[in-house]
């Protein structure tokens, strides 16, 4: 599976980005994996901050730090998974990285999924700045 990160960039806190990741493989289709979005800033461990379901399952889990901000989905069509990220702070500022883990519906393990578990994209960088 091949997983290729868009959309980070600067913005002035309030503002908003959307981050997309594209997904391909020899499967045919990425709908069988869980997703994630996970990031990390400077001197910090990386984080999950959010994680969706395989296949037409929509069930979702964010991290406290980004709840009610940020929105996780995915188009299984399209094999693209999507971060809009709405009233940014200074904070979020990090590397942002997707994911796709076999997860059996289990989104705690997909959140706490690390590179050696699943396929990762390259990250894409988000600055919150004034």
């Known amino acids: 599976v091949q997983v290729v990160e868009s959309g980070g960039g600067s913005v002035q806190p309030g503002g908003y980005l959307r981050l997309t990741c594209s997904f391909s493989?020899?499967?045919?289709?990425?709908?069988?994996?869980?997703m994630g979005w996970f990031r990390q800033a400077p001197e910090k461990e990386r984080e999950g901050i959010a994680a969706?379901?395989?296949?037409?399952?929509?069930?979702?889990m964010y991290a406290d730090s980004v709840k009610g901000r940020f929105t996780i989905s995915r188009d299984n069509g399209e094999d693209i998974l999507s971060l809009e990220m709405n009233s940014l702070k200074p904070e979020d500022t990090a590397t942002y990285y997707c994911a796709a883990v076999l997860c059996a519906g289990d989104l705690t393990f997909v959140m706490s999924a690390t590179p050696d578990t699943g396929y990762w994209g390259q990250g894409t960088q988000v600055t919150v700045t004034s």
């Open positions: 969706i379901d395989s296949g037409d399952n929509r069930n979702t």
């Open positions: 493989t020899y499967l045919g289709t990425a709908s069988g994996f869980c």
